[in-house]
T-cell receptor, first 113, second 114 residues
Framework: DQQVKQNSPSLSVQEGRISILNCDYT??????FLWYKKYPAEGPTFLIS?????DKNEDGRFTVFLNKSAKHLSLHIVPSQPGDSAVYFC????????????FGQGTRLTINP | EAGVTQSPTHLIKTRGQQATLRCSPI?????VYWYQQALGLGLQFLLW???????NRGNFPPRFSGRQFPNYSSELNVNALELEDSALYLC?????????????FGPGTRLLVL
């Protein structure tokens, strides 16, 4: 039962353009959402998060959008840079209760010069 | 400020042996989480410790166990190793009891079972 889905295993974007990574979740009880960036053989690096009381959070080149009615989360990176090439995971959790993170399968983003 | 640290970085064992992985959380963080990333799979939640107690565990067999020490560092033990236990094991920490939900990850321990 995949509670969090990233339907695009890979995405290729030209340097300087916008990268949009998408994530869908099934459990409407989730109330905290995060994006992590991961390089091979390294731990995930936290990028940005959003709670369910907001629909947008921005941090520099990174913006996360949350559409609760559609149970959809997206990460926008603009402008995209070569160093952004990595695997991006979305994750969700319940602020109360189990506290564990539930991860999507990841999207490999490649930024082309 | 030092991040989450894990040791060893790599570990090679044979089937049936036991593996012990260690994690030191960020200073001031009381909660430690363990995740497994097997080849080609996403990150799967293993265990959560807080204040020395196991708070939750994922869908893994009992041969996966651990503990948290008074200084909040943690050990993950995997007994009777099987080939499919080969994976990257990640530790994360956070401050429990606040509204700061972000978990910060260490670099991981890559376990190879032969």
């Amino acid at each position: 039962d995949q509670q969090v889905k990233q339907n695009s295993p890979s995405l290729s974007v030209q340097e300087g353009r916008i990268s949009i990574l998408n994530c869908d979740y099934t459990n409407s009880m989730f109330d905290y959402f995060l994006w992590y960036k991961k390089y091979p053989a390294e731990g995930p690096t936290f990028l940005i998060s959003i709670s369910s009381i907001k629909d947008k959070n921005e941090d520099g080149r990174f913006t996360v959008f949350l559409n609760k009615s559609a149970k959809h989360l997206s990460l926008h990176i603009v402008p995209s840079q070569p160093g952004d090439s990595a695997v991006y995971f979305c994750a969700t959790s319940l602020i109360q209760g189990a506290q564990k993170l539930v991860f999507g399968q990841g999207t490999r983003l490649t930024i082309n010069p | 400020e030092a991040g989450v640290t894990q040791s060893p970085t790599h570990l090679i064992k044979t089937r049936g042996q036991q593996a012990t992985l260690r994690c030191s959380p960020i200073s001031g963080h009381t909660s430690v989480y363990w995740y497994q990333q097997a080849l080609g799979l996403g990150l799967q939640f293993l265990l959560w410790y807080d204040e020395g107690e196991e708070r939750n565990r994922g869908n893994f067999p009992p041969r996966f166990s651990g503990r948290q020490f008074p200084n909040y560092s943690s050990e993950l033990n995997v007994n009777a190793l099987e080939l499919e236990d080969s994976a990257l094991y990640l530790c994360a920490s956070r401050i429990y009891g606040t509204k700061q939900e972000t978990q910060y990850f260490g670099p991981g321990t890559r376990l190879l079972v032969l």
